[in-house]
Nanobody, 125 residues
């Protein structure tokens, strides 16, 4: 059973960089052919796919967030990390990490087979 767990600060000040880590257990992040994504759910809005890193270490980023996002991994810890720079209150959301098999659209909930429980991030001074 694959399990994902997000960790990071619950409160971030505007203009700072948000850093979140997803720790994976029960499966390796280097296993073919899985994609490890970051998805967020702002209040009152739909899910937004932010980016991903795949089994080979290749990264993919949403065009709308590309200039502010960085995704990396630590295979020795079986973790992957999201950094979102220059945050504003509009970045307030529940942030999830999730696993997607080879097929399926990035932004479709049904494309993902395992999810973390989510972590609330609030951007406020």
């Amino acid at each position: 059973q694959v399990q994902l767990q997000e960790s990071g600060p619950g409160l971030v000040k505007p203009s700072q960089t948000l850093s979140l880590t997803c720790t994976v257990s029960g499966g390796s992040i280097t296993t073919n052919y899985y994609y490890w994504s970051w998805i967020r759910h702002p209040p009152g809005k739909g899910l937004e796919w932010m980016g991903a890193i795949d089994y080979s270490g290749t990264t993919y980023r949403s065009p709308s967030l590309k200039s502010r996002t960085s995704i990396s991994r630590d295979t020795s810890k079986n973790q992957f990390t999201l950094q979102l720079s220059s945050v504003t209150p509009e970045d307030t959301a529940v942030y999830y990490c999730a696993r997607k098999p080879l097929r399926g659209a990035w932004g479709a909930r049904e494309s993902y087979d395992y999810w973390g429980q989510g972590t609330q991030v609030t951007v406020s001074s």
